[in-house]
């Protein structure tokens, strides 16, 4: 794989999860971690093969997919087995996959969840005998949002005392750090933990540019276009992240018709969709990529060379997740946000996590924007909401949000009629 030596965090993690440690590393993103925990659980497999020796838990599908082809170039020699387990894939051949007991399973919480719920004993019999559990992009696994499915999972698998647990991270936050404070479990070494010293310097590589761009909110799809298209940046990789799915698609839609080659993740893609976006990204058959938060964690595109904000997002940690995409393993990278009226709070809360200011953006100018771009800007982002309510774009997900909220509704009723039957009771 062309690595030669290992970097801070593998130096520093390999050592002690090959002595039987649990583990917490902290690093910046394009650091390495996944081989800092791939490379010592392979080579303990190898000690003693068999299947499900461990399992690896992370936030995305996109990003189990790319831990599962590190694992595979990894163990390409061993005749390993993996499986991911993700949404948006068939359940039933994911299931026939777990009954046949793979080395590695790289899941979702939410799919596995379902798995454990309902696909029978065969299929979940293999995580009993867990040796190894990995929590990747583990502040974000740790969140109340995947609470649910972890306390499912955690139900079948092995003891803390009685598997290894691995915690890997960019974001070290205080529900991470205070796992180390937990008393070590009988018979185990205390939990080793590598952070950098100052999280300042986990943030934001040295390569890495910050710049912004101060813009009036309704005309932000113009200057966009320019950035993407001015000499400078015309054959840049770039990846343009938003903050909410009906945005993704309106800027691809948009920039498709202004011959930018571009494609979109986001979550109300199918999954098989979101692969070949990413595939062709990968491949530079599309030369930038309109994405929302669910390809700001670990995804690791080498090409990547410019990351720009056109939403800012509302945590500080999401924007250092985002720059991460560029700048990484010591190559060079440029990040814009765009800063609209309501952003300065956001770009001031930024600023003071990564412990750095940004630079004004000088390439583009408001004349530039007013000559060139202004207008048939303008007509591609109409014609392309017309295109979209044509489409019932976000018509699925108004579905889903009516049947929770008619789910959450029968409940609250429910509830209340049995408070007043025990009140009627009681009278």
Known sequence: MAITTPSDIQAACIPPILEGRDCIGGARTGSGKTIAFAAPMLTKWSEDPYGVFGLILTPTRELALQIAEQFAALGSTMNLKTCVVVGGVDMIKQTLELQKKPHFVIATPGRLADHIN??????????RRVKHLVFDEADRLLSSTFAPDLEVIMDVLPKPEQRQTLLFTATVTDAVRSLKDAPPKAGKLPVFIHEVANPDDVAIPSTLTQSYLLVPSYVKEAYLYSILTIEENAKKSAIVFVNRTYTAELLRRMLQKMEVRVTSLHSEMPQSERMNALGRFRAEAARVLIATDVASRGLDIPVVQMVVN???????????????????????????????????????????????????????????????????????????????DSDNFGEKRKQQKARAAAVVNASVKKAKKMKKKKSMKSD
């Open 118 to 127: 309902s696909s029978g004993e065969e299929a979940i019999s293999g995580l």
């Open 310 to 388: 056109f939403d800012i997002p509302a945590d500080a940690d999401d924007y250092v997740h985002r720059v991460g995409r560029t700048a990484r393993a010591g190559r060079k990278g440029e990040s814009i946000s765009l800063v609209a009226e309501r952003d300065v709070t956001r770009i001031e809360n930024i600023e003071a996590r990564v412990n750095q200011k940004m630079s004004k953006y000088e390439i583009v100018s408001d004349n530039k924007i007013i000559k060139e771009a202004l207008t048939p800007v303008s007509v591609a982002k109409r014609e392309s909401v017309m295109d979209m």
